[in-house]
């Protein structure tokens, strides 16, 4: 027997029914109810669909915990839970207890994982995993309409303080990941509390996937804003329209001008999903990596190194160069920071490329979903290191799969 939590069940509508009057009184409630309201919201729509309860819970901020939102109750591990499992393949998982059936539902929002919900019932059928699935998806969405204004939601997913440079920083950031029926970026970055320099970011823009990685010099407060500046120059230029090459300039500019001792490296991509066309322009940073069919191209977006973004001296100056090749279905692209293959154990040997490739492309073989692929590789970098990283360290992945459309 799997053990589930010992929450009260709230009464449901008659023999399983779905009470239409009730649902839409508290869809119209959540439109106004403060995040904390949320636990005993959901209580109340799993009530109305004819179900017993529901119970949120949300993946603490390095995916190691799945934390309720109900603070009377305890985490779960994302690693061997059955709510874990529903959370790290995106598939239902249903647990029989003594006197009801719990059915743990993956909370989603497009393609960014937010935890799981628990939904108890007398007995389930057809119809009852239907609506446990209705449920979800509503709370996922309401989750992220409220979560970008409720500290209360943020804090409850940490499990650490977390220091100022990061709190400035992951304001800027992105959901862990974006996409599509033909497209999805994932990302992930370390130390989860204490980065400084580190950044990623990916939007979409009708047909087009925009990507980029930036590693600022430096582990400070000082670091944390040239990435910050760094950021805001590229999101500006790329939503007034500008090429890829506008875009690096808008960094550049920026950086020369509100801080001129400061630099970062960098790469920015463009990917166009509906041909398949790969842009990118690298400023002093490792290479992207294509993967295909299973295996590393060796080399195959290596191109002649350019300067990194913000040198006073050089800003104006500098022809950018965009790089272009076409993808094939399937590819992944691989960016990343000089944390990554750079982590090094007790004896002092390095994570290295090759271990950091092989890991990608076993557990990708093995069917694991990209978002779960770098939620299992940051953590085998941070077990490389004991938990102690030397430097901020960032994957983005982003894999193209027109076929799918």
Known sequence: MIKVQDTPLVPAAPDGAVDEKRLEELIIEAQTALPVEMPGL???????????????????????????????????????????????????????????????????????????????????????????????????????????????????????????????????????????????????????????????????????????????????????LTTSVAMA??????????????????????????LPDHFCTGVMCRLDVRTGELSWVNCGHPPPLLIRAGRVLDGALDRPPQPPIGLADLSGRVARQTHRTTLEPGDCV???????????????????????TDFIIRSSAAGQRPAEVLRLLIHAILDYQRNRLRDDATILLFEWRPQLK
């Open 42 to 224: 959901a209580h109340r729509c799993a009530a109305a669909l004819g179900l017993g309860s529901a119970l949120i819970y949300l993946v603490d901020l390095q995916q190691q915990l799945l934390i309720p939102l109900d603070e009377a109750m305890e985490p779960l591990p994302v690693d061997h839970s059955p709510a874990g499992w529903a959370y790290r393949t995106l598939s239902p998982r249903v647990a029989d207890t003594d006197d009801d059936v719990t059915v743990w539902m993956p909370l989603v929002d497009g393609a960014e994982r937010l935890g799981v919900l628990a939904v108890r019932t007398a007995s389930l059928d057809a119809a009852g995993l239907r609506r446990s699935r209705m449920l979800a998806h509503f709370f996922a969405m309401l989750i992220t309409s409220k979560r970008a204004y409720s500290d209360w939601l943020a804090a409850r997913t940490r499990t650490a303080t977390m220091g100022l440079p990061s709190e400035m920083l992951r304001a800027f950031l992105p959901p862990r990941t974006i996409g599509s029926a033909r497209c999805v970026s994932t990302a992930v970055l370390e130390p989860a509390y204490d980065i400084a320099g580190d950044a990623f970011d990916h939007a979409v823009v009708k047909d087009v996937l925009h990507t980029m990685i930036i590693d600022s010099m430096g582990h400070d407060l000082a670091s944390g």
């Open 334 to 356: 691989l960016l990343y920071t000089d944390g990554v293959v750079e982590a090094r154990d007790a004896e002092g040997a390095e994570f290295g490329l090759g271990r950091f």
């Open 233 to 258: 120059a590229a999101r500006n230029a790329r939503r007034c329209g500008g090429e890829m090459t506008d875009v690096v300039g808008s960094v550049d500019r920026a950086l020369a001008r509100w």
